[in-house]
């Protein structure tokens, strides 16, 4: 199993970016994919999850109605798309494999680091 979030950079506070997730190893329509964040000095954060079926479950009240996730199964790619971004929002992002959005992370992929600064 291996997912690699990729996209990752500077962008200025109000800016979008979108972050891909490469999936292999697996196959990605039997699973949920989630996104989580580790920003400096701070706990690792879930933030949302989109089933096998494509139902979003968000965990973070912070990132509702700015983040949204999607995915392509046929070219095993999740994406993690990120609007009104604040600088609070910097972290490292992770994708990550679930069974299911209500259950328990089991694979977790390479992280990609996000600045949000002016």
């Known amino acids: 199993v291996q997912l690699q979030a990729s996209g990752g950079g500077l962008v200025q506070p109000g800016g979008s970016l979108r972050l891909p997730c490469a999936a292999s190893?697996?196959?990605?329509?039997?699973?949920?994919i989630g996104w989580s964040r580790q920003a400096p000095g701070k706990e690792r954060e879930g933030l949302l999850c989109?089933?096998?079926?494509?139902?979003?479950?968000y965990y973070a009240g912070s990132v509702k109605g700015r983040f949204t996730v999607s995915r392509e199964n046929a070219k095993r790619m999740v994406y993690l798309q990120m609007n009104t971004l604040k600088p609070e929002d910097t972290a490292i992002y992770y994708c990550n494999l679930r069974w299911h959005c209500h259950r328990p992370v089991q694979n977790w992929g390479q992280g990609t680091l996000v600045t949000v600064s002016s």
């Open positions: 190893g697996f196959t990605l329509d039997d699973v949920a």
């Open positions: 989109i089933s096998n079926t494509g139902r979003i479950t």
